[in-house]
């Protein structure tokens, strides 16, 4: 009477009309009449902007050459058809000792090349969750390294020569300013953040006043402020090195906003565990550095690495007060009368745009990486 | 006996000192000391410093003839102008690029975040990649880019790019049609304000009657004829008072029309490019902040999908994104300030400017300082208004 299935039916593959690049398309791009005219726009955007940046970019560029002719037309002076416009490559290329370095002396420039070399070493297990010895990485690179870096870069000691600040320059500058800013700003940070949570009314106002008066004025006015206003503060005759004051004045800045980020973490964890700690008999510090802050940071990566790469970009502004980062020394070369060719200020700019845009992206994917590896279902 | 009382006064003595009224006490008078000895330090220094380069403290010289010229001035001024004149040029100046960068981003950022949540992989795609470019490179570069990469390589004015409405795109700039106000003009802007005020008033009305009896009134249709019509009716009334001034090519240059400087056009170009990337990811967060039974809920309830947006997602959406919102126009206005690096006369490039002429750069700084603290002050507090009307009403 009954019949009884004794096996499950094989599955079917899913229709033709759900799957496939056909169906795919149909879903994704021609769903409706307005997709379909927003596919119609988007396809005209691409073919419009990117054979054009391609052809400016590859088949156009010129990539090596002795001075500007290579890159400028008949008209301007030099070898190529008129109407052509192409990046110029050659330009990077010749001045690309310059964009790293700014003006060190090339005999000495082994020397920001091993510190970059250690700084990777170091910096590469310590981004990788896997490799063992946190703790002594993080004191190779965070104290041993710098003042390492520090002997290495400036001299004058060790039978190395003196190599004035006022000299380095490029991707150097850019990297050494928001490391050290970086290595700053988070404890100081952290401590502003305490204190602007701190019980003590004196303490709590002080805290406050900085952070909202930093975080209410542009960088360039601090800037501003420590390379006219420091100068003034101290006795007559002392005097800080440019590079210094950029220094002061960008991890400042950071501290300020990274405060604000690490009281956001604060402020999510829940009262018991304070309660806790001090139920344990743990003194503040205790309390703060065992208890409360390893959660809090946790809970906060993403926009402590948001400043980060602010910061990152911000160190862009010294130009301002006439230091050379990498923007700073591409912009310099702009008046190379060697190289001033119309296209010339594009390539430079792309050539450093794309540098920063490598660093940038590079730590907010890192950022992402770590905050779902750190999701330990602790966000409510 | 004895150790007992030793013990007892060494267990009072330690609780005195971990007391944590005393600590704080101690701590905070702490503070207090150092602070004022190196403010009094620091004062000291200054006094010294500034005599020493005989430099009088005080702003008696904002009266000072300024003695040098200004590109972009909104409001009279000239070289004999005071020193006080040159810094509220500035001001106005980077009120101006700030309330335009804000306005542009804004619908820039808008289209690009919902652009990045839609169905169509492509659109999707292209706004994935604006975001990740402008948000990953310095300002200061966009700037540069757009000031010597694209606006310093345009045609000379002999050659420029005719564009639609009479406007000229060149290296000098973007010209275009000025408006000339003739005779009794005053009454088209009369007419405006009406329109507003009546348009203002109808939809107040309209919404009483419809939570009073449900029925509902074509306020949006109402309204455009009012702004529209009354002041298209005040210029025919008044007779036609308005021409214009158009651009017109000469040999070199070009001579009429309104001329938008290229320092003004890179700097509101790259401020609006730049900020629009992080208003896309704070719209996106926002919409997707809204939990999808929310749109499942009102179409149950039988709401058009125009509807649906614009009663259910986007208020709840704008709860969002309203905050990070307020901070990302402070940014554009706090980064209005790299202007300086392109020479477009704003507040930080004239106070600069004053501050190297005279030599006053306590109070130079402190003027700046006050100047952009006041404009934080002011959109936080427009933008709370804003944000307290779309609060989430809680009984």
């Not at chain 1, 990788?128 to 990485?137: D, T």
């Amino acid at each position: 009477m009954s019949w009884v299935r004794t096996e499950m039916a094989l599955a079917q593959p899913a229709p033709t009309s759900v799957r496939g690049p056909i169906a795919w398309v149909r879903r994704n791009l021609i769903g409706s009449l307005g997709d379909t005219i927003l596919t119609i726009l988007g396809i005209a955007i691409v073919a419009w902007v990117l054979p054009q940046v391609i052809n400016w970019a590859f088949i156009n560029a010129q990539w090596t050459g002795p001075d500007r002719t290579v890159c400028a037309t008949i008209t301007q002076g030099g070898i190529q058809p008129d109407g052509w416009t192409g990046a110029c490559w050659a330009f990077v290329n010749a001045k690309f000792g310059q964009f790293m370095f700014g003006t060190y002396p090339i005999e000495e420039r082994w020397r920001p090349i091993l510190v970059a070399i250690l700084f990777v070493a170091l910096l590469v297990p310590m981004l990788i969750p896997r490799v063992p010895r946190k703790g002594l990485n993080a004191i190779l690179l965070f104290l041993v390294l710098p003042i390492v870096s520090f002997f290495l870069l400036i001299g004058g000691a060790f039978g190395l020569p003196h190599v004035e600040t006022s000299r380095w320059g490029g991707l150097l500058v850019t990297l050494s300013l928001s490391f050290v800013g970086i290595a700053v700003s988070l404890p100081l940070g952290t401590v502003l953040a305490l204190g602007r949570r701190s019980k003590m009314p004196i303490v709590k106002t002080l805290c406050v006043v900085f952070i909202e008066t930093v975080r209410g004025i542009p960088l360039i006015t601090v800037l501003f402020f420590v390379s006219v206003m420091l100068p003034l503060f101290l006795p007559a005759g002392v005097t800080f090195d440019k590079f210094l004051r950029a220094l002061i004045g960008v991890s400042l800045f950071a501290a300020a906003y990274m405060a604000e980020v690490v009281r956001g973490g604060l402020q999510a964890i829940p009262k018991g565990q304070y309660e806790g700690a001090d139920s344990l008999g743990l003194g503040y510090w205790q309390k703060m550095g065992l208890i409360v802050l390893p959660q809090a940071l946790k809970l906060v990566i993403p926009g402590i690495v948001n400043t980060f790469i602010g910061m990152f970009k911000d160190t862009s502004l010294v130009l301002i007060i006439s230091m050379f980062d990498l923007l700073g020394v591409v912009k310099q070369n702009f008046s190379d009368a060697n190289w001033a060719t119309p296209q010339t200020a594009r390539s430079g700019l792309v050539f450093a745009a794309f540098v920063f845009w490598l660093f940038c992206f590079g730590m907010s994917r890192y950022s992402m990486y770590t905050e779902r590896r750190l999701d330990t279902g602790h966000k409510r | 006996m004895a150790s007992q009382e030793v013990l007892r006064e060494e267990t009072s003595r330690s609780s005195f000192f971990n007391d944590p009224k005393v600590r704080s006490l101690f701590f905070q008078t702490l503070v207090v000391i150092v602070l004022f000895g190196s403010v009094w330090w620091i004062v000291q220094n200054v006094i010294d410093n500034l005599q020493r380069l005989h430099i009088a403290s005080g702003f008696g010289f904002l009266n000072g003839r300024a003695g040098f010229d200004i590109s972009d001035t909104p409001i009279a001024y000239t070289s004999d102008s005071t020193y006080g004149r040159a810094i509220v040029v500035g001001l106005i100046n980077t009120i101006i690029v700030a309330a335009a960068g804000v306005i542009t981003a804004t619908i820039i950022g808008f289209v690009i975040g919902i652009g990045r949540l839609s169905q169509n992989w492509l659109i999707q795609k292209i706004c994935t990649v604006y975001v990740e470019i402008f948000r990953n490179i310095p300002p200061l570069l966009v700037i540069f880019f757009w000031y010597s990469g694209v606006l310093a390589v345009l045609p000379a004015p002999r050659d420029s790019y005719h564009l639609p409405l009479g406007s000229f795109l060149n290296q000098r700039g973007f010209y275009f049609p000025r408006a000339v106000w003739g005779e009794g003009s005053w009454l088209i802007f009369v007419a405006l304000i009406v329109g507003i005020a009546m348009a203002w008033f109808v939809a107040r009305k309209a919404r009483q009657r419809q939570m009073a009896t449900g029925q509902q009134f074509p306020v949006l249709w109402t309204s455009v004829a009012l702004i529209v019509g009354l002041p298209l009716l005040a210029y025919v009334l008044s007779g036609f008072p308005l021409s214009f001034d158009l651009p017109k090519q000469s040999t070199f240059n070009l001579t009429g029309g309104f001329q938008v400087k290229p320092e003004f056009l890179s700097l509101y170009l790259a401020l609006s490019c730049y900020t629009a990337a992080f208003i896309a990811e704070i719209v996106r967060a926002g919409i997707r902040g809204v939990s999808k039974g929310q749109t499942e809920a009102a179409a149950a309830l039988g709401l058009r999908s125009g509807s649906i947006l614009r009663l259910v997602v986007v208020p709840q959406a704008m709860r969002i994104v309203i905050p990070p919102l307020t901070s990302q126009y402070l940014n554009l206005t706090k980064n209005s300030s790299l202007a300086i690096a392109i020479g477009y006369p704003d507040l930080t490039a004239t106070a600069g400017t004053v501050l190297n002429q005279t030599g006053q750069a306590v109070e130079g700084v402190l003027i700046m300082m006050i100047a952009y603290l006041i404009l934080s002050l002011v959109t936080s507090a427009v933008m709370n208004v804003v944000n307290a009307r779309m609060a989430l009403v809680e009984r």
